[in-house]
């Protein structure tokens, strides 16, 4: 499975941005997709989680009420809108594939860079 992560770019705090991530190959075999993100100096840490079939989906206290995820089958394709971004949420974002029900990654995509000046 191969995953391409896209979307970032550099906003003003309050602003809004959507990350896309694409996933190809044997997708049929996931059953999950996360994202994460890493600041300088920071340990990677984990945002949300979606299931393939959308009933279940996992936030960050972080970015809960300002981020959403959602997915599209037909397009092996998942999605992080955020809003109300903080100077905080500045980071390298990952998207990461699962093919158990644990939140436990098995496949990692190259992220994107969120900026976010106060």
């Known amino acids: 499975v191969q995953l391409q992560a896209s979307g970032g770019g550099l906003v003003q705090a309050g602003g809004s941005l959507r990350l896309s991530c694409a996933a190809s190959g044997r997708t049929f075999g996931t059953f999950g997709m996360g994202w994460f993100r890493q600041a300088p100096g920071k340990g990677r840490e984990f945002v949300a989680d979606i299931t393939w079939n959308g009933e279940k989906t996992y936030y960050a206290d972080s970015v809960k009420g300002r981020f959403t995820i959602s997915g599209d089958n037909a397009k092996d394709t998942v999605y992080l809108q955020m809003n109300s971004l903080k100077p905080e949420d500045t980071a390298f974002y990952y998207c990461?594939?699962?093919?158990?029900?644990?939140?436990?990654?098995?496949?990692w995509g190259q992220g994107t860079q969120v900026t976010v000046s106060s």
């Open positions: 990461a594939a699962r093919i158990t029900e644990a939140l436990v990654y098995d496949y």
